[in-house]
């Protein structure tokens, strides 16, 4: 049976710490209900924290990596996928994960808001951003959704998996 993959998005240089520690807490309910986490891969930021949460309750990790290594790779990542695309990639994160949480705001986690709505993928707003929360609710309010905190995170990451909408 398919594993289902949530791709927790956020930014890499100068997260905000809440942000961090919302992605730590994301990452550990998320390996708890047995999901694979997904994350840009890197040592750094919202995706170092999810993918340590997710580590420290044993869940499995996948990173994309914008580089064609694994230098600066999270120590958390268990399965490293190098693309050697940059940001490129973020277009194969949101295209493997069924479920995309976007842990903060930076360019390049609207990047991947931007893709996964393009794709029709439902997309979780984690942060304190109103403006960034109204601006994608408008683009596709069908396919976002605003939570307050992970626990509400996963928990409308948990009805769109049961209702397969």
């Given at each position: 049976m398919r594993k289902i993959v949530i791709g927790v998005m956020?930014?890499?240089?100068?997260?905000?710490?809440?942000?961090?520690?919302?992605?730590?807490?994301?990452?550990?309910?998320i390996a708890q209900k047995g999901w694979v986490l997904l994350t840009g891969g890197?040592?750094?930021?919202?995706?170092?924290?999810?993918s340590k949460g997710a580590k420290s309750a044993g869940g499995l990790v996948v990173g994309i990596l914008p580089t064609a290594d694994t230098r600066g790779m999270s120590e958390a990542v268990d399965i490293a996928i190098a693309?050697?695309?940059?940001?490129?990639?973020?277009?194969?994160?949101?295209?493997?994960?069924?479920?995309?949480?976007a842990c903060g705001i930076s360019a390049g986690t609207?990047?991947?808001?931007?893709?996964?709505?393009?794709?029709?993928?439902?997309v979780i707003?984690?942060?304190?951003?109103?403006?960034?929360?109204?601006?994608?609710?408008?683009?596709?309010?069908?396919?976002?959704?605003?939570?307050?905190?992970p626990?509400?995170?996963?928990?409308?990451?948990s009805k769109l998996i049961s209702t397969g909408k």
């Open positions: 956020g930014p890499g240089a100068n997260p905000l710490p809440e942000d961090c520690k919302n992605a730590w807490e994301l990452g550990k309910l890197r040592d750094e930021g919202v995706m170092d924290a999810a693309t050697a695309m940059g940001s490129a990639r973020n277009n194969i994160n949101v295209l493997s994960s069924d479920v995309v949480i609207t990047s991947e808001i931007a893709l996964a709505l393009v794709a029709k993928k439902k707003l984690l942060n304190n951003h109103p403006e960034s929360q109204v601006f994608f609710k408008k683009l596709s309010e069908e396919n976002v959704f605003v939570a307050q905190t626990l509400e995170a996963i928990a409308i990451t």
